[in-house]
């Protein structure tokens, strides 16, 4: 009985760990359309190859501007970075 409560909080904090942003919560109408989103990123020199909703936060996987791979996670209204990780 141990080893499987111990397996289970195992998991359950490895799940954590790989846990995306915590973005702040904005009522939906306040979010900036997905689309203008989409394209302010682009003016900013991102290659978006995915952009999706994550939470309450926007997220891609593409390139930056040097074209290293990136995943970032946007606040929905403001589009404030609110974590990045970007290849070294």
């Given at each position: 009985m141990f080893?499987?409560?111990?397996a289970s909080l195992?998991?359950?904090?490895a799940g954590s760990a790989l846990a995306g942003a915590k973005c702040?919560?904005?009522?939906?109408?306040?979010?900036m359309k997905?689309?203008?989103a989409k394209a302010k990123l682009e003016a900013e020199g991102y290659k978006i190859k995915k952009f999706k909703v994550d939470g309450?936060?926007?997220?891609?996987?593409?390139h930056n501007?040097?074209?290293k791979k990136v995943e970032i996670y946007f606040d929905?209204?403001?589009?404030?970075?609110?974590k990045a990780?970007?290849?070294k």
């Open positions: 080893r499987i409560l111990f195992l998991a359950v904090s702040e919560k904005h009522p939906k109408e306040e979010w997905e689309a203008d309450q936060c926007y997220e891609i996987y593409g501007k040097e074209g929905t209204k403001t589009l404030a970075i609110v990780e970007i290849e």
